[in-house]
């Protein structure tokens, strides 16, 4: 029987604890030895690993976040540590690895490999979904989701008080969050870095809409856009004359109950991660793409930033 092992890197999403739950279930369904790293490279590196059991993800497929941890490790850029990490594995004599993270998380593993030999196939897991060469990455579903309800819940404050708000969503420098959650919200705009923009021109515009009858806008914006959340609700004061609130939505875009697209996409990047391992596909990252899953060299999909989709980005 060969020993495997699965860790999370970087942030949080929700998604991780299915997706370990099945890795679990699937990997003794194939006769495989599951293990555990908990907290990343950081409890790679201090010998944090684990057997895994039915019992240890029992009762996780609905919890946010990720059971064994995750953690930014920067121990592990450095090759001392690196060949810590390896004798670590060695002595279980784990032999191939999972990796759950995102860009960071992918270089710091192709560096891994070329040093140790250590078979991987990497899971796209971050709800800013900025991965090259991968339409989906895990967590993503849940995070929409979660600024969705924060968005309804704040046009009732919005609409009662005729206010304007500014929400702003996570994504550093992908505004994808923003602008798909712009697109299914009804906002009156959105800001996003993949385009330039010029407040003053909607400006006319929107004083003939508060003039018509508008009682209050809903603005979303990217945390990566060239201005302050706090500067785009003053226009709107200066501008509009009215009344603008700031939310910063943060870190409870990660967390929640992993919704069924969350839970059933983590089933299937599991099940093509072990399946390529088992096939001898031995350095990838498995993808979603219009074409439906399909193994990546890492190179390929840390080579270069990700770029928005052109036609959803036509749509703003």
């Not at 226009?235 to 990660?254: A, M, N, T, Y």
Request: net charge neutral; aromatic share 10%; charged share 25%.
């Amino acid at each position: 029987m060969q020993n495997i092992a699965i860790l999370c890197s970087g942030g949080d999403v929700s998604g991780m604890n299915p997706a370990l739950k099945h890795f679990v279930e699937y990997t003794l369904q194939h006769r495989l030895i599951p293990y555990f790293i908990y907290d990343g490279y950081e409890g790679l590196i201090d010998n944090k690993i684990e057997r895994a059991s039915y019992c240890d993800v029992s009762g996780i497929i609905n919890r946010g976040g990720t059971k064994i941890g995750s953690a930014r490790s920067k121990r592990f850029m450095q090759k001392k540590y690196r060949d810590i990490a390896k004798q670590n594995l060695d002595a279980l004599n784990i032999k191939m690895l999972v990796v759950l993270g995102g860009d960071g998380s992918f270089k710091g593993l192709d560096i891994f490999y070329k040093e140790s030999g250590i078979k991987f196939c990497a899971i796209p897991a971050t709800i800013d979904n900025d991965i090259n060469g991968t339409d989906y990455s895990l967590g993503v579903d849940t995070a929409l989701n979660i600024i969705k309800i924060s968005i309804d819940a704040i046009r009732d404050t919005a609409s009662s008080f005729k206010r304007a708000f500014v929400i702003e969503t996570m994504g550093r420098d992908c505004g994808y969050l923003a602008l798909v959650s712009h697109l299914t919200s009804g906002s009156e705009l959105c800001l996003i870095p993949e385009k330039e923009y010029n407040l003053e021109s909607y400006e006319a515009s929107f004083k003939e809409q508060i003039k018509n009858g508008r009682r209050y806008f809903i603005a979303i914006v990217s945390e990566g856009i060239k201005e302050d959340s706090t500067e785009i609700a003053q226009w709107f004061e200066k501008k509009l004359g009215i009344e603008s609130r700031v939310s910063i939505l943060g870190h409870i875009q990660r967390g929640g109950n992993p919704t069924i697209y969350d839970r059933l996409m983590a089933y299937k990047f599991i099940t093509y991660a072990i399946d390529g391992l088992l096939k001898n596909i031995d350095e990838s990252v498995i993808c979603y793409t219009k074409k439906g899953f399909v193994y990546k060299s890492i190179q390929e999909v840390v080579s270069s930033p990700k770029k928005m989709d052109p036609n959803l980005l036509s749509l703003l």
